[in-house]
T-cell receptor, first 114, second 115 residues
Framework: AQSVTQPDIHITVSEGASLELRCNYS??????LFWYVQSPGQGLQLLLK??????LVQGIKGFEAEFKRSQSSFNLRKPSVHWSDAAEYFCAVGVSGGYNKLIFGAGTRLAVHP | SAVISQKPSRDICQRGTSLTIQCQVDSQVTMMFWYRQQPGQSLTLIAT?????????ESGFVIDKFPISRPNLTFSTLTVSNMSPEDSSIYLC????????????FGSGTRLTVV
């Protein structure tokens, strides 16, 4: 069955430090991969997505992610974190087979120290 | 990408009652979905809302508890029936055109508290 694993439940970084959030997926075919961010009390905002082509994907707010098929990973990175980046981050895989539903990982809560 | 209006944004309901949540998209979309996000948890797919036919439910979710309608390509409702405190969650609507760019849009969610 398709699944998404985000191994880090909580991550704390200092403002200005670099960030990498991990995401591993299990899916038999070429996946469609997404990163969403959810701020407290807010809805989901799409940061970036990968469908095909260049494996390094640029997103909004200075985020990027790299698709590595050999590692079944799609890690999210940012070179310098801002205090406003504190939020919950969700990795998701798009599942084909007629319904194109999204399967979400458990999420990583990011805290940013001043 | 499409914009979703979801209402109500929040509600407090008595146990044993039902609540219907509405999801309106500003353009025609192929697929609409309903998710549940329990407190401190990730999103779990409840069902895919199919236009003109019965919804497709995920394992652990049944039509009697979560009846769904989708009368046209831009509107869907989710009803949470015979509520108990365990149903207290955020319910989110999502939509996609299903085209190559695979844009999935989410509503802002309905925060439901059952007392």
């Amino acid at each position: 069955a398709q699944s998404v694993t985000q191994p880090d439940i909580h991550i704390t970084v200092s403002e200005g430090a670099s960030l990498e959030l991990r995401c591993n997926y299990s899916y038999g075919a070429t996946p469609y991969l997404f990163w969403y961010v959810q701020s407290p009390g807010q809805g989901l905002q799409l940061l970036l997505k990968y469908f095909s082509g260049d494996t390094l994907v640029q997103g909004i707010k200075g985020f990027e992610a790299e698709f590595k098929r050999s590692q079944s990973s799609f890690n999210l990175r940012k070179p310098s974190v801002h205090w406003s980046d504190a939020a919950e981050y969700f990795c998701a895989v798009g599942v084909s087979g007629g319904y194109n539903k999204l399967i979400f990982g458990a999420g990583t809560r990011l805290a940013v120290h001043p | 990408s499409a914009v979703i209006s979801q209402k109500p944004s929040r509600d407090i309901c008595q146990r044993g009652t039902s609540l219907t949540i509405q999801c309106q998209v500003d353009s025609q979309v192929t697929m609409m979905f309903w998710y549940r996000q329990q407190p401190g948890q990730s999103l779990t797919l409840i069902a895919t809302a199919n236009q003109g036919s019965e919804a497709t439910y995920e394992s652990g979710f049944v039509i009697d508890k979560f009846p769904i309608s989708r009368p046209n390509l831009t509107f869907s409702t989710l009803t949470v029936s015979n509520m108990s405190p365990e149903d207290s969650s955020i319910y989110l609507c999502s939509a996609t055109t299903g085209r190559e760019n695979y844009g999935y849009t989410f509503g802002s969610g309905t925060r439901l508290t059952v007392v």
